[in-house]
Nanobody, 113 residues
């Protein structure tokens, strides 16, 4: 059974940082492409960052230079380091496995000005 468990969300002030984690179970993690998406109230879910099984990454233009996606295959975990957070980054962040089209439960990120 595929499982994704996100953690690390919370309330921060503008300019601060957070690191999100997503631990996977029930899959061969190392061969799967992974992604982080977010959905703000009233908006569509959007891709924030993706990482392939080989470690190649891609980012939404809005987060380039501020966010970093990485993975630790030994821990079956993908991370999203978010620096210089802005009010517009506030959303529920979801982890996603591309091959299975499977979503985690989401973790809330709130950025206070």
């Amino acid at each position: 059974q595929v499982q994704l468990v996100e953690s690390g969300g919370g309330l921060v002030q503008v300019g601060q940082s957070l690191r999100l984690s997503c631990e996977a179970a029930g899959i061969i993690f190392g061969i799967n492409d992974m992604g982080w998406y977010r959905q703000a109230p009233g908006k569509q879910r959007e891709l924030v960052a993706g990482i392939t099984s080989g470690g190649s990454t891609n980012y939404a233009d809005s987060v380039k230079g501020r966010f970093t996606i990485s993975r630790d295959n030994a821990k079956n975990t993908v991370y999203l380091q978010m620096n210089s957070l802005k009010p517009e980054d506030m959303a529920v962040y979801y982890c996603h496995i591309t091959l299975y089209d499977y979503w985690g439960q989401g973790t809330q990120v709130t950025v206070s000005s």
